[in-house]
């Protein structure tokens, strides 16, 4: 068996962080260096190597690929949605470049496998809104969406053009207790759990009704990682894989937090980011990632919710 040794560009994210640590149980520590421009998050220091790393210097990121003896890159570095409309060239410049600069020295090193994760930011107005299906219109409205749906053709043209195993999920939502919000459309759902905790009351950026697709952490990180071990015969999407967890409004998520926290009261300010919201799809359809690699979540809104509180009160 190859020794996999991998790489996480951005593991002290929110993502980055379960990640790293989960692909350490499977890898071993020592096989799993984390790199972030950021410091260490607290979470992952003494768990394995760490080194500081800008993406965006494509001469220091070849060589600690080469130095470390790195076979899979996992890059998560990215300007999201709400911070991604403040500065749209910054945006522009980091999401793109940095999966260029990736692409071009996995292809060079040879390396085993890549991952990149896209986002249901590349659909837009025109895109259906409920279940909106993998092979759709496409016409993202935020410097992000337009970022992350360039960036599926860069890996599907690598991967085409060189044979570059290159892999891709198009993430909702994603909702944690380990880590803070990143800067996303999304993360109210993230914010109104410890605000709920702390203040008893949340105010809310979207209106209430807003449906979004949405993931509890652990299926992200189970569907990366069942993603990235499965066969490649097995991957028929080079773009980037459909994957839904469940759908739910402000008005769903206060109404479960209420049955944990009674006097949970919730008001709707909604802001620029509403706009955002209204742009992307109610729910997604799946299937292609069911049939091919068996893709099933394990959370839905009730069990999420149970968790959370359980593990933000610890």
């Known amino acids: 068996m190859i020794r996999e040794k ?59 690929v080469i130095r ?33 600069n990736v692409l071009d020295i996995a292809k060079e090193e040879k390396l085993h496998k890549v991952y990149w994760p896209s986002s249901i930011a590349v659909f837009g107005p025109t895109s259906p ?25 860069w890996c599907n043209y690598y ?16 909702i944690s207790y380990k880590s803070e919000p990143g800067g996303g459309t999304t993360d109210y759902a993230v914010a109104i759990y410890h605000e709920a905790l702390e203040e008893k009351k949340y105010e809310c950026f979207l209106q209430e009704d807003t449906y979004l697709p949405m993931m509890y952490m652990p299926d992200a990180i189970k569907a990366t990682i069942q993603m990235m071990e499965a066969p490649e015969s097995k991957i028929s999407i080079r773009t980037s894989y459909n994957i839904s967890g469940m759908s739910f409004s402000p008005k769903e998520i206060a109404a479960e937090i209420q049955k944990h926290i009674p ?52």
């Open 6 to 64: 991998i790489l996480v560009i951005g593991a002290s994210g929110q993502i980055g962080v379960e990640l790293t640590m989960a692909l350490r149980k499977i890898y071993g520590n020592n096989n799993v260096v984390a790199s972030d421009l950021r410091e260490e998050n607290d979470l992952l220091k003494g768990t394995g190597p760490y080194v500081s790393l800008d993406v965006m210097n494509k001469e220091m990121l070849h060589v600690q």
């Open 68 to 100: 470390q003896n790195i076979t899979q890159i996992y890059l998560l570095a990215a300007i999201l949605s709400a911070t991604g409309e403040k500065n749209p060239s910054l945006a522009w410049n980091l999401n793109m470049q940095s999966l260029l």
């Open 129 to 153: 809104k409920i279940r909106c299906p993998q092979q759709t219109i496409i016409e993202p409205s935020t410097v992000y969406g337009i970022s992350k749906y360039a960036g599926e053709f």
């Open 159 to 174: 991967h085409n053009r060189w044979g570059l195993d290159v892999r891709s999920i198009r993430y909702p939502g994603l």
């Open 263 to 314: 006097e949970f009261e919730i008001s709707y300010q909604p802001d620029y980011r509403q706009q955002i919201a209204n742009s992307w799809p109610q729910s997604i359809d799946d299937t292609v990632a069911r049939n091919d690699w068996g893709w099933q979540e394990d959370y839905d809104l009730q069990r999420m919710t149970a968790d959370m509180f359980d593990n933000l009160e610890k």
